[in-house]
């Protein structure tokens, strides 16, 4: 069955794969991000239906806009919203500004909190819909240089988790897509304040070779992309997809050790 599914941050990567697989298959695609010219590029490229929506998701103007651009053609709303947009901000914690920080979680929280609450009251009037939240596989473990983007992740899995227990009763599903490294710009983002602080040289080399190490073996969009369409197209959706599933095994072990013995074992690999 066709639905209408809105993507944002659609202009690249993950959030661009997700829009060209979803309207190749027949779904009706509002490809959402702050790119007019990017997405329409997009329209023009698809093999389906693909409406762009300049959004800006830390902008009350323009999410409700972009609600506004939804009722245009779907009064009743979207079927499915994909909370994509985001980006990845890398360094130790006390070398990275407050406005960075800020904006960070600005962006990949709260940007992605009042995205869902602009799209739900329609979710809720026809008591069916499915909200996807792109998490991180480093929302579920913590390495060196990640605390910021990390946290953010964290934040995004605990809403997802209470969404997913307060809106079962009004048939919506939440579900956690949790990608690792991936081949776009996201993970190689680094804050302008790094290397300010010698003490943290060593720690900020050691991270930046971990990320190097880990995008040389990073997955495509496109994979990512493939786990979205079955969630879309899904009957009764799982609640978490870790792409790719090798990490499992990795984070259930982290996460079982004791702290001191985890934090060993982090050190370890990212040497």
Do not use: C
């Not at 709260?110 to 609450?117: A, H, M, P, S």
């Not at 480093?138 to 209470?162: F, I």
């Amino acid at each position: 069955m066709s639905k209408s599914v809105l993507v944002t941050g659609a202009s690249s990567g993950i959030g661009r794969a997700t829009a060209l697989r979803l309207a190749a298959r027949g779904h009706t695609v509002f490809a959402a991000a702050r790119r007019l010219e990017r997405l329409e590029s997009l329209a023009a490229e698809a093999t389906g239906t693909v409406i762009p929506v300049q959004l800006d998701v830390r902008d009350a103007d323009s999410i409700a806009q972009a609600v506004r651009t939804v009722e245009q053609t779907h009064p009743q709303g979207i079927d499915v919203l994909v909370n994509n947009a985001g980006y990845s901000l890398l360094g130790p914690v006390e070398t990275l500004s407050a406005d960075e920080i800020r904006d960070q979680f600005d962006t990949n929280v709260l940007g992605l909190v009042e995205v869902t609450r602009a799209f739900l009251p329609a979710m809720r009037a026809r008591r069916s819909g499915t909200v996807v939240n792109v998490s991180s596989v480093l929302g579920r473990m913590t390495v060196v240089g990640t605390g910021v983007y990390g946290g953010t992740k964290y934040a995004v899995e605990a809403l997802s988790d209470a969404l997913r227990l307060e809106l079962a009763h009004l048939g919506i599903d939440v579900v956690l897509v949790e990608p690792g490294f991936t081949d776009t710009d996201l993970d190689t983002g680094r804050s302008e304040g790094s290397s300010t602080i010698p003490d943290y040289a060593e720690v900020e080399t050691m991270a930046a070779e971990y990320v190097e190490r880990e995008m040389k073996k990073a997955i495509s969009p496109e994979r990512v992309a493939d786990v979205m369409v079955r969630v879309v197209e899904a009957r009764s959706p799982g609640t978490r997809y870790l792409v790719p599933r090798r990490f499992a095994g990795l984070i259930a072990l982290l996460n079982a050790l004791p702290d001191k013995a985890s934090d060993r074992a982090k050190l370890r690999s990212m040497r």
